[in-house]
């Protein structure tokens, strides 16, 4: 049997060991992984001995909102505040066009970058959920070389203005993947508990999939994260619900940290946290010293809870770099999360690669370089995680499907 595709002097990132393998792929799967093949290929890739790695995955990002920076104004305050109120004036001329062209061409840069997942927010507290239906079709349009999952989030609150409520369910008809909230922005705290409710309903009700901004703030008494966590132990739906940003986290005393801690290990939720972003947004009202504003990544992971890393956003009005590349995100993630350490660093690199496929709750042959999974896979100028974060450069190879997008 001749293969598609066969790469040659492969270093499997899943093997410690120094020795190389040759990968035969056919009809959009790994069909063989052994030392030495001697089938022929169409196209065989000598790789000489680069790592071979399963492909990034976006955890978190906003592709409505990307590519808007400076649109209508510079968020000169830099706050989330100010970010929210220059979104809701940019998102009064959206348009389905508008949306969709901004979205594929994020989604194409990100496969430039090795990044073949994704789970993007739509904003849905728009009347005309325009960003919605924009990224259902984007959804569609990109399914062949990318895999998106839609989150429908209601960015100004579930109750804060009247209609919001019904604009979310109709998200959810319209077959979004995700239900999303945002409870610290609700009015009250009551709002606030309420909205979280209401997701686990709706999830339960449509049968998808959650993921919460939660206590995305420097407030140590935004304690949404316990509410969340309630719902998915009594729930049962531990692993399909995911707490982004969770900022707040970082801000808790120990103490009731250290309680939160032992709740969350029998939820068994995921968590996102957006490192970029994070270290960028918050910490704003503070004086000195200054807070990092970000979750506690390192604790998570000691304590063997799923964590993964996402952009957030790729400049829009939140954060105005960016270039896709989640190689960027990890490495922030080792700065600011302090995870210096080599099995830290290698777990960085998890979280914007496995951690993130467990996150999105990816079907076991999407995902993975093992014979008999689909052939999603990158190849990486460098032989280890750890130079892979500290070179953060473009793959030399990205395969999807079995086919090979992009040669370096
Ligand atoms: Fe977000």
Known sequence: MAYDILLRGAKLISS??????????????????ASSINEKADVELDVQGKLVSPPFVESHI???????????????????????????????KISIDDVKKRAIATLKQQAEW????????ADVSEQQLIALQALLEVREEVKDWITLQVVAFPQDGIYSHSGNETLLEKALEMGVDVVGGIPHYELTREDGVRSVHRI????????????????????????????????????GMGSRVTASH?????SY?????????????????NFIANPLINITLQGRGDNYPKRRGITRVKELWQQ??????????????????????????????????????????????DMITVNGAKTLNLADNDYGVEIGKKANLIVLDVSNRYDAIRLR????????????????
Not at 16 to 33: A, C, F, H, M, P
Not at 114 to 121: D, P, T
Not at 246 to 250: C, K, L, Q, R
Request: hydrophobic fraction near 40%.
């Open 16 to 33: 410690d060991l120094d020795s190389v393998v040759d990968i035969g792929i056919k009809n959009g799967i790994i069909v063989e992984i």
């Open 62 to 92: 906003h592709l409505d909102s990307a590519l808007t920076a400076g649109e209508p104004r510079w968020n000169e305050s830099g706050t989330l505040f100010e970010g929210i109120q220059i979104w809701g004036e940019r998102k009064q």
């Open 114 to 121: 090795g990044v073949l997942f994704v789970r993007s927010h």
């Open 200 to 235: 686990f309903e709706l999830a339960q009700q449509y049968d998808r999939l959650i993921d919460i901004h939660c206590d995305e703030i420097d407030d140590d008494q935004s304690r949404f994260l316990e509410v969340v966590t309630a719902c998915a132990i009594r729930s």
């Open 246 to 250: 969770t900022t707040a986290f970082g």
């Open 253 to 269: 005393n120990n103490a009731y940290a250290f309680k939160l801690m032992g709740f969350l290990q029998q939820a068994r939720i």
């Open 304 to 349: 063997g809870l799923n964590v993964s890393f996402g952009h957030d956003c790729v400049q829009d009005p939140w954060y105005v770099l960016g270039t896709g590349n989640m190689l960027d995100v990890a490495h922030m993630g080792v700065h600011v999360c302090q995870m210096t350490g080599m099995s830290e660093i290698n777990a960085c690199y």
């Open 393 to 408: 450069t473009a793959p030399r190879y990205v395969i999807s499907r079995g086919n090979l997008l992009n040669r370096v």
